[in-house]
C-alpha cells in the first residue's frame, strides 16, 4: 500500500491553513508542519484539523526557506512514507485531486509529479489568467528516500526554492488536479507581500521586483502595463 506524507512550512497562515491542510489529509497518511514562530494561532488551527496532524515549532531564528524545508524533510523521511505531497499554507487542494494522485501514486510511474496552480484574485469566484498566472504547474509530489535535498536559491531568505527537491524537478509529470492559490485573493494581502517581499529581497530582477503581485493594485503598476512575468491583468471567472 502506497503511503504518503503532507509537507507544510507555514507562518502566520490562520486565514486558510485548516482548508489547507484538510484538503490534503484524503491524499496523505499524516501532515507534518514547520512553523516559522508564528503569531495568529496557527499552529492551534492545523492541530485541532486532526490527530494526523503535527505541527514541529521550528528550531531556528532568521529566515532562510530552504533551510527550513531540509530539516522539514529530514523529519518527513522518518515516517517511513513512500511519497511527500509539499504545499502551502494558503493553498487548498481540489476536492476530485484525491482520486486522481493517488491513482497515479499506485501506478508507481515516476518520481515527481506537478499540480496546477489556480491564483484566485478578487474573489473566490474570480482567477488571474494572465502571464505565469494562466499556466503555472509546479513540482508538488514527491518520491521519498532519493537523498535529494532543497537548493540554496541566492534570494533573500533562500526564497523559491520550490516544493519538490532540485534533484526531482527535471522528471516531473503532469498530474491532472488542481491546487487552488488563495494568498494574493486579497488586495491588502498582495500589497502586505509586495512590501514584505521587496523588503527583504530587495532589487531582484528576476522576480521583475514582484510587480506582478500587484498590477492593478497600485497606480504605478496599472493593470494594461506589460511586465516581465505578467499583464496586462486578465480575470475571468472560475471553471
Known amino acids: ?26 491524499v496523505c497518511d499524516r501532515v507534518l508542519i514547520l512553523d516559522d514562530h508564528s503569531e495568529d494561532g496557527t499552529p492551534e488551527i492545523c492541530r485541532s484539523v486532526s490527530d494526523r496532524v503535527r505541527v514541529i515549532p521550528s528550531p ?11 530539516y522539514l524533510l529530514g523529519e518527513v523521511e522518518s515516517t517511513g512514507a513512500d ?8 493553498e487548498i487542494l481540489e476536492r476530485t485531486g484525491f482520486d486522481i494522485i493517488r491513482t497515479q501514486l499506485q501506478d508507481g510511474m515516476g518520481d515527481c509529479f506537478s499540480l496546477r496552480i489556480v491564483f484566485l484574485w478578487n474573489s473566490p469566484l ?3 489568467l494572465d502571464g ?20 540554496v536559491t541566492g534570494n533573500g531568505g533562500q526564497f523559491h526554492c520550490g516544493s519538490v527537491p532540485a534533484g526531482l524537478r527535471p522528471c516531473s509529470t503532469p498530474a491532472e488536479a488542481r491546487l487552488f492559490h488563495l494568498g494574493y485573493m486579497r488586495r491588502s494581502d498582495r500589497l502586505m507581500k509586495y512590501r514584505w ?19 492593478g493594485d497600485l497606480p504605478e503598476v496599472p493593470a494594461y502595463l506589460k ?3 505578467a499583464g496586462p491583468l486578465r480575470l475571468e471567472r472560475i471553471r
Request: glycine share 6%; proline share 4%.
Open 227 to 229: 511586465l516581465k512575468h
Open 60 to 70: 531556528f531564528r532568521g529566515l532562510d526557506e530552504a533551510r527550513d524545508k531540509n
Open 132 to 151: 505565469v498566472y494562466g499556466s503555472f504547474c509546479r513540482p508538488s509530489i514527491f518520491r521519498l528516500h532519493t537523498g535529494a535535498r532543497f537548493p
Open 1 to 26: 500500500m502506497i503511503r504518503a506524507t503532507g509537507m507544510m512550512r507555514v507562518r502566520n497562515e490562520s486565514a486558510w491553513c485548516r482548508a489547507a491542510v484538510a484538503s490534503i489529509l484524503p
Open 83 to 90: 511519497w511527500c505531497m509539499c504545499i502551502d499554507g494558503d
Open 197 to 215: 517581499y521587496n523588503t527583504t529581497d530587495p532589487n531582484n530582477e528576476r522576480e521583475d521586483c514582484y510587480r506582478h503581485m500587484v498590477q
Open 126 to 128: 474570480t482567477v488571474r
